[in-house]
Structures are given as structure tokens and as C-alpha cells.
């Protein structure tokens, strides 16, 4: 399990908890260390790998992964502006090691993103998603297929739902097939064992 929690300073630290139930904490690549700064751990994978953001002293955010052996990756939105209030801020990561989270531009508007194991960052607008800062898009979760649900905020303020999916391609197709294989193989290794 990860998360994070605030120190008596308001200086944020992520953490890695085992099964056995002992705690890592984890302090990011330019983790600030003034108040309201620091590491803030939003997702592990079934794999081990963590998502989440670090706030720099500055007060600009950053995405990283954190692969099991606890090398961090850190990356930025290209879109996402400089300076306080930007930011690019994962919030999930699957099983195939993709991302998914929000960067806000200079305007101040959301967009959602997704980011592949690679690294290629694919930036997502929900339809009737507003225009205006304060509003946009923001992810919340993906799934194995790469499949996004979050919230966007509409020109009038209210929030509403939405599950994007990636374009098709040939790689999905065999991916689903061979996840498909797996989860038959298990099944039957399952009931032989009956």
C-alpha cells in the first residue's frame, strides 16, 4: 500500500508499506522541504512500481514512477506551465507501468494525461470539459487496458464523469488475447488442483 502523510512542519513524505507491515518513507527527486511541499505517493501497481508527485521549493509540481528497487523516474507535461500553481500530478499507474494524472497550462486549465511505460505522454480533454481556468479535465484511474476515468468541470462549474479509451491499435488486440490465455491457463491450473 502507498500514500502520504504530513510531518509536524506540514512537509509532505510519501510511503510504501509491506505486507509484513513495515513502513518506507519516500522523499522524491526535488521533494521541497518548507511546508506544504514535498512527496505525495497516489498509486502502486500490483508489480510494486509507485506513482505520485513531488513539490519542489518552489511550489511546482512534479510526476515520477518509483520502480520497485526504488530508482525514481522523474518526468513533466510539456504543456504544463512554470512557475507556482503548475504542475503535472500523476494520480494512477497499472499493471503495465502507464500513468495517468493531470497538468494544468498557463491559463490555468486542466487537462488529463496518460502516459505510457515508454514515456510518451498523451494529453486528454474530456468532451464538454470547460475552457476556462479552475476547469478541465483530471483523470482519477486506468486499467489494465490503458482505459481512463475521472472528472471534468463543464464552462458552468459542475463536474461530471468520463472513461476515455485509447485508440485502437494492434497491440491492445494481442495484449488482451495473451492477458486472456493467462487468466484461462490459471483457471484451469485452478480447478485441477480440486
Excluded: K
Aim: glycine fraction near 16%; aromatic fraction near 10%.
Amino acid at each position: 500500500m502507498t500514500g502520504f502523510f504530513g510531518d509536524s512542519s506540514n512537509v509532505y513524505h510519501g510511503f510504501l508499506r509491506q505486507p509484513d507491515g513495515s513502513i518506507t518513507v519516500l522523499d522524491g527527486p526535488e521533494a521541497g522541504t518548507a511546508a506544504y511541499t514535498g512527496t505525495f505517493a497516489g498509486s502502486i501497481s500490483p508489480e510494486g512500481e509507485i506513482t505520485g508527485y513531488t513539490v519542489d521549493s518552489s511550489g511546482i509540481a512534479h510526476g515520477f514512477t518509483r520502480a520497485r528497487d526504488g530508482i525514481y523516474t522523474e518526468f513533466d507535461n510539456p504543456s504544463a506551465i512554470a512557475g507556482e500553481g503548475a504542475s503535472t500530478a500523476p494520480f494512477a499507474i497499472n499493471v503495465f507501468g502507464a500513468v495517468t494524472g493531470e497538468f494544468v497550462d498557463a491559463s490555468g486549465l486542466m487537462h488529463g494525461f496518460s502516459r505510457s511505460p515508454l514515456g510518451a505522454i498523451c494529453a486528454l480533454n474530456a468532451p464538454g470539459a470547460g475552457t476556462a481556468a479552475g476547469q478541465g479535465t483530471r483523470p482519477s484511474t486506468n486499467n489494465w487496458a490503458g482505459e481512463v476515468s475521472g472528472w471534468y468541470v463543464d464552462g458552468g462549474g459542475l463536474g461530471h464523469g468520463f472513461v476515455w479509451q485509447p485508440q485502437p491499435s494492434t497491440i491492445l488486440p494481442r495484449l488482451r488475447s495473451r492477458i486472456g490465455r493467462a487468466r484461462d491457463n490459471a483457471l484451469h491450473v485452478l480447478l485441477d488442483e480440486r
